[in-house]
């Protein structure tokens, strides 16, 4: 019979899960990965400018003795190796960074040096990283020199098998030489390259000034120095404040010159574009402009660029302005851009903080010193091991009968040494290992003036390490001789940015020259129906209307002009002529182009004359004076010109040309007084014009008191009264008036 097979113990319950707050589950989980990709990943370190990837790389290159001068060797080898031991991310993403480091149009000192295809100022991508090879500069090893005398602090790798520097010694100021970018979680950093030069004699300025601000500092370096060159446009001012909170931006414009191609033609050629900008986006775009008929005053656009870049504009003609052309191209194309500068950086290498430039470089020079204290003790001890080793060299040397008699005769002859010459075990251990060859007269002659001169060495680092100005003398040294390496008398120190003040056709409205100029009559309706008829159209009396609607407005004008429309809100709008609906059919509703509110209605709508001004009025007879210029709106919600009282509209818009300025009243009274009384404002309520009793105010206008009083009646027939005759209703601001005089249109208008 078959035994029944036994059954396996029950096993035990599973323990009761341990209830968690969601939100504070979420919050420490987000933290964590907030402060790793801060930390990790994003920010670079205020002391040698480098983010990890950047400098793990950097590291690798150096475990693989990839040195300046050595064999180049395969980038998979190389990106390989850094994602085994040290970043243990993406291939992809470390083969990025490697490229951007080798990049001459991307990077301002270029710590890679690359051989094969890296890309190109075009936008083109690198080849794989199985077809190109690299190795370090000689900047590169600027920035890791040292690393082996115990410069830095190491730390465990991912894997915790390697052990990785936390930071490098940087002989060089890295973080503003080649600048750095990078988006982090809540904040982000964005630093322009500088030039090293530049920065190295603000480094010893610091030294000997070390409260000196950022501002004093630009005295020596002026702004950024991009890799691609470019004319920097800001004011000093405006860069001194950069500079000063580590926040702003730089306006970046290519460099062109005017060339001349013969028989009075020219074309504009760039040589040098905007930092990050692609030259075939750029160039893409420029074309699309020209189809697009965005760009009026340029007939065609070319790239010529070999190793340099020639970027050649041709005009439409001859007599076209090359400072409004390229003006017109800088306002729409990536020939100009804005750098952005936030130098949100980790401090010390722990806290993220937006630094301006002083504090920036201090943080590097206050590294240098410690990187000179840690090299030097390192040095110190090596010495003092050294010197341990010679003193029982010498003693050896005295008893050297003895000792080989010990060596050949005692079974333990290092605890015979020790105890007969009172060696340590390093001496004895040193004695032991030495060949009998060494042991010649001029050896130990050799060893007597090494022990001396290690003993001077001992001295001076021993004094070194307890004397500050010293220390800062040493690294002053320093920084002089990188300065001495990469001045500005060479090729790669040279700087590449220039400074300019922004030309006067800056401040020019490019209207007129972007738009071809053409005669048009603005035509507005009652209900605010707007279109713009070809040529200048004295009668319109012709013109058919939707409905029942009926004509404002009409006047003449050009297709670069700009529109003025004024809403009985108080609001003024801007309209551009070149973009008004055309004479073929009854136009388009105002309200369509601008945002004008619910309810309001057009005032009135004119032609932008720069320099002139209106007196603008509410019906409770509240108003000013307010010039144009200040009327105008970018915007479609349009300016705030005369605020207003619920239940209160603007009324009056009339031309202030003139020194008097003529009132009526619904009340049908009139007020004559100085326009002088009446104060010029951007915007506001005003002053009260006419006192009412009842109403409000019908009309007014401006004119030349010596020339009289004009208007209009119903019939289109002009009546004036001259200056005598108008003696009783001159007054002050704000009076009641009376009746006009005889002949006064019934609808209380001047027409």
């Known amino acids: 019979m078959a035994k029944a097979p036994t059954l396996p113990p029950p096993s035990a319950p599973p323990p009761a899960p341990d209830p968690v707050n969601l939100r504070d589950a979420l919050e420490e989980r987000y933290l964590a990965y907030a402060l790793s990709t801060i930390m990790g990943r994003a920010l670079p370190d205020a002391r040698d400018g480098l983010k990890p990837v950047h400098r793990r790389i950097l590291y690798g290159m150096q475990i693989l003795k990839l040195d300046p001068g050595t064999a180049f060797k395969k980038c998979a080898k190389i990106v390989g190796d850094v994602m085994g031991s040290f970043h243990p991310h993406g291939d992809q993403a470390i083969y990025d960074a490697l490229v951007r480091l080798a990049q001459d149009f991307s990077s301002r000192y270029p710590l890679v040096d690359g051989q094969g295809n890296f890309g190109n100022i075009d936008g083109d991508s690198a080849a794989a990283y199985r077809y190109t090879e690299a190795r370090m500069t000689d900047i590169a090893g600027l920035l890791l020199e040292g690393i082996e005398e115990d410069a830095i602090d190491f730390r465990d790798n991912y894997s915790g098998d390697q052990r990785e520097p936390i930071v490098l010694p940087a002989a060089l100021p890295n973080l503003l030489a080649n600048g750095s970018q990078g988006i982090a979680v809540g904040m982000a950093t964005s630093i322009p390259p500088h030039n090293l030069a530049e920065l190295c004699d603000a480094a010893l300025y610091l030294i000997t000034h070390p409260k000196a601000v950022s501002e004093q500092l630009m005295a020596f370096v002026p702004g950024p120095d991009f890799p691609t060159g470019g004319v920097i446009i800001d004011t000093p001012e405006q860069i001194a404040e950069t500079y000063k909170t ?76 090359a400072a409004v052309m390229m003006e017109s191209l800088f306002r729409l194309s990536e020939l100009e851009s804005r750098f952005p500068m936030n130098m949100n950086v980790l401090v010390d290498g722990v806290v993220p903080r937006v630094v301006p430039l002083a504090d920036a470089l201090r943080q590097w020079l206050d590294h240098r010193r410690e990187v000179l204290l840690r090299r030097s003790r390192h040095r110190l001890a090596e010495i003092e091991r050294r010197l341990e080793v010679l003193a029982g060299m010498l003693i050896v040397f005295l008893h050297l009968d003895e000792v080989i008699r010990i060596i050949r005769e005692e079974d333990e002859p290092k605890d015979a040494l020790k105890a007969r010459f009172k060696l340590s075990d390093i001496q004895a ?53 990188v300065r001495k390496k990469y001045g500005p008398e060479t090729k790669i120190g040279r700087r590449r940015t220039r400074f300019e003040g922004a030309p006067e056709a800056a401040d020019a409205d490019l209207t007129e020259a972007m738009i071809e100029r053409e005669p048009v009559t603005v035509v507005v309706s009652q209900k605010g129906w707007i279109r713009a008829l070809k040529g200048h159209m004295a009668d319109v009396s012709s ?39 055309g004479g073929r059919g009854f136009g388009e509703p105002v309200r369509l182009i601008v945002d004008i509110g619910d309810g309001e209605e057009i005032l009135a709508v004119l032609p932008f004359a720069p320099g002139a001004k209106m ?11 307010v010039a144009q210029d200040d009327m105008i709106s970018s915007t479609r919600k349009g300016r705030a010109v005369l605020s207003v009282d619920d239940g209160v509209k603007a009324r009056v818009l009339a031309p202030a040309a003139g020194d008097h300025v003529a009132v009526i009243g619904e009340n049908r009274k009139l007020l004559i007084f100085p326009l002088a009384e009446v104060p010029e404002m951007p915007r506001g309520k005003g002053v009260r014009l006419q006192k009412y009793k009842d109403g409000g105010i019908s009309d007014a206008k401006v004119f030349v008191l010596k020339d009289g009083l004009t208007w209009r009646d119903s019939a289109g027939r002009a009546f004036s009264v001259d200056k005598a005759g108008l003696r009783e209703w001159m007054g002050k601001r704000a009076e009641a008036g009376r009746l006009p005089m005889k002949g006064f249109p019934k609808n209380n208008r001047f027409g």
Do not use: H
């Not at 028989?263 to 775009?285: N, S």
């Open 615 to 625: 007196l603008i009025a509410g019906a409770d007879a509240r108003g000013f004076v």
């Open 246 to 321: 580590g926040r702003g931006s730089f306006r970046v414009r290519s460099r062109w010159a005017k060339e001349d191609t013969g028989r009075g033609a020219w074309v504009a050629v760039v040589t040098e574009i905007p930092y990050g900008v692609q030259k075939g986006r750029l160039i893409e775009k420029l074309a699309e402009l020209i189809n697009d008929k965005k760009l009026p005053l340029v007939a065609d656009v070319r790239d010529e660029s070999a190793e340099d870049v020639r970027v050649v504009i041709q005009p439409r003609t001859r007599e076209t302005d």
């Open 429 to 481: 251990n040193y004695v032991l290992d030495t060949r009998l060859r060494s042991l010649r007269r001029l050896e130990e002659m050799q060893l007597r003036s090494e022990y001396d001169k290690l003993g001077r060495e001992k001295g001076e680092i021993e004094g070194l390490l307890t004397d500050e100005p010293k220390q800062w003398k040493i690294v002053g040294l320093q920084i002089r001789e």
């Open 543 to 581: 013109l058919t209307f939707k409905g029942d609607d009926t004509l404002l407005a009409s006047f003449f004008a050009e297709t670069t002009s700009k529109i003025i429309v004024v809403a009985s809100d108080g609001k003024a709008y801007t309209l551009d002529a070149s973009k008004l609906p």
